[in-house]
T-cell receptor, first 113, second 114 residues
């Protein structure tokens, strides 16, 4: 079983739709959760960073962590063609539990105008 | 120049060649990383340097040789590579060299081994 599972997509949605991107994980020690966005021919850029459980909102983006279900989500409201990219989830545990950052394989998102 | 800069952007090399990838960060970070990105696979951590000292070698074959002369520069020396080494090689930096420290990536070097 992979430490982090992420549906590769592609996920294709019309402009204005609400997008839900998800990752599941197996290591209950994970505490730090990140979402990176990677445009074609570019490196990943940090989009959202959350610690432990709960929600975090930044503009049209909301990151949600459910540690009891070992499940994290990224919601994009009013999606735009410029949101078309690959979205990578990443997570790590506290130092005493290894602390190495583990990535999902990424979900390709296409927003059609 | 800001952020993390990688050169070259594209590299084609034969299996007997020797080449080097270069990375420079202008963020004042203390840690630098090499990652390998292959299609439909998670990012694979290769090496970590913290304050110029190598703190992680993720069982990388010896045909990949990293060098970190200072906290701002990182190199990846390549020799006698295999076709399966073709991938996007990403350099990253972070304020600290631990997993909770967000990474800042360069745009990568697309390597093709023929």
């Amino acid at each position: 079983q992979k430490e982090v599972e992420q549906d590769p997509g592609p996920l294709s949605v019309p402009e204005g739709a609400i997008v839900s991107l998800n990752c599941t994980y197996s290591n209950s020690a994970f505490q730090y959760f990140m979402w990176y966005r990677q445009y074609s021919r570019k490196g990943p850029e940090l989009l959202m960073y959350t610690y432990s459980s709960g929600n975090k909102e930044d503009g049209r983006f909301t990151a949600q962590v459910d540690k009891s279900s070992k499940y994290i989500s990224l919601f994009i409201r009013d999606s735009q063609p410029s949101d078309s990219a690959t979205y990578l989830c990443a997570m790590s545990a506290r130092r005493e539990y290894g602390n190495k950052l583990v990535f999902g394989a990424g979900t390709i998102l296409r927003v059609k105008s | 120049e800001t952020g993390v800069t990688q050169t070259p952007r594209h590299l084609v090399m034969g299996m007997t060649n020797k080449k080097s990838l270069k990375c420079e960060q202008h963020l004042g970070h203390n840690a630098m990383y090499w990652y390998k990105q292959s299609a439909k696979k998670p990012l694979e951590l290769m090496f970590v340097y913290n304050f110029k000292e190598q703190t992680e070698n993720n069982s990388v074959p010896s045909r990949f040789s990293p060098e970190c002369p200072n906290s701002s520069h990182l190199f990846l020396h390549l020799h006698t590579l295999q076709p399966e080494d073709s991938a996007l090689y990403l350099c990253a930096s972070s304020p600290g060299g631990t997993g909770d420290s967000p990474l800042h990536f360069g745009n990568g070097t697309r390597l093709t081994v023929t």
